[in-house]
């Protein structure tokens, strides 16, 4: 299995250094926001999918007020056994830079780098688990986020819209 998994980091890391740094082209453009009282925006994200071309985030668009809190309960909705998620929230345009420093802050930092483009991020989530992550609403604009999980962050993308 470790065989495996080097192959897989391998290939990740091939892949993105490939890469041209190109937006999704597939985004659901619909906002998503839910439950949202006085100074706290509570937001259920779904990871879904059991395989790497099924796997995403739903929805992929979110919305909170600036100046609050944002209550965000991640449930992993798959079943297979290497369909681990985490959620990462990151400045803007730093996605890409995060997912590749996620793969060398490695598992015992639970794929999340210690790096000041990081605006909040959760713990790593097996199949038909959950976890909460709770943070301070950013400044109002868009910002990205992804799983670190390897592999991952270039499928499992979606943005935070912070309104005024």
Sequence with gaps: MSKQFFIFVSLVILIV????????TSLNTKPTQSNTTK???NITIYATGNTMTEMAFEPNVITAKAGGTIKLK???KGTDKMMIHNIIFTQKGKADE???KAIRAGEAKQYVPKDSAVIAASALVGPAD???????TPEIGTYPFICSYPGHYLKMRGR?????
């Design 17 to 24: 250094s490939c890469q041209n740094n190109t937006q999704p």
């Design 39 to 41: 100074a706290t925006t």
């Design 74 to 76: 991640l449930i992993n």
């Design 98 to 100: 995060i997912g590749v």
């Design 130 to 136: 959950s976890t909460v992550l709770q943070f301070t």
């Design 160 to 164: 935070l819209v912070v309104k005024p």
